[in-house]
């Protein structure tokens, strides 16, 4: 079955950028949209943004002008960076697999059927 | 941005109990709303989907319903693996996906 695993640093400096990767296993990353959420310590969950295989993104616009999303369909995987990050950016991030469902001709994403464990990401000097 | 507000934030309750979870939308979703649960330390887990369609694994005392702007999930039984947190999701605006708050289910 589908496997997601996120990887890169759990520290990261203020105003530096964040970068974490998400590696797909057990399946092609084709064919479906891709996302990045996370979630403070003790809060709720936020989605960050995704990306479909073929490279198109969306972003929270809250996020947006940090964010960059970009997938690698050779190594099955995709990957998160957001920079200037700051302690409220402290949060466990997760990848997770939005299923797809079609509007007239257009595929959109769904809900996110598969996740991966999570990875905590500290911002702190 | 649609706002989703799930009511209650907590919830005390005990094994056997019937639970129910409120998800309010800022406006209409249609049925596009998912519900998912979280355990601590754990990844949330797609529990129903498209407001009432049962996730392949997800036991039947689970059940998701409504449309519009309201919507809840039951609980039939409460179990002692159901004590666990639970998020509502929106992708009617698939330009901006937007989770609620999350409601803690505890043991009473």
């Known amino acids: 079955q589908v496997q997601l695993q996120e990887s890169g640093p759990g520290l990261v400096k203020p105003s530096e950028t964040l970068s974490l990767t998400c590696t797909v296993s057990?399946?092609?990353?084709?064919?479906?949209?891709w996302s990045w959420i996370r979630q403070p310590p003790g809060k709720g969950l936020e989605w960050i943004g995704y990306?479909?295989?073929?490279?198109?993104?969306n972003y929270n616009p809250s996020l947006k002008s940090r964010v960059t999303i970009s997938v690698d369909t050779s190594k099955n995987q995709f990957s998160l960076k957001l920079s200037s990050v700051t302690a409220a950016d402290t949060a466990v991030y997760y990848c997770a697999r939005n299923r797809l469902r079609y509007f007239d001709w257009l595929s959109i994403p769904d809900a996110f059927d598969i996740w991966g464990q999570g990875t905590m990401v500290t911002v702190s000097s | 941005d649609i706002q989703m507000t799930q009511s209650p934030s907590t919830l005390s309750a005990s094994v056997g109990d019937r639970v129910t979870i409120t998800c309010r939308a800022s406006q209409s979703i249609s049925s596009w709303l998912a519900w998912y649960q979280q355990k601590p330390g754990k990844a949330p887990k797609l529990l129903i989907y498209k407001a009432s369609s049962l996730e392949s694994g997800v036991p039947s005392r689970f059940s998701g319903s409504g449309s519009g702007t309201e919507f809840t999930l039951t609980i039939s039984s409460l179990q002692p693996d159901d004590f666990a947190t639970y998020y509502c999701?929106?992708?009617?605006?698939?330009?901006?996906?937007?989770f609620g708050g999350g409601t803690k289910v505890e043991i009473k």
């Open positions: 990306i479909y295989y073929s490279g198109s993104t």
């Open positions: 057990g399946g092609s990353i084709s064919s479906y949209y």
């Open positions: 999701q929106q992708y009617n605006s698939y330009s901006r996906l937007t």
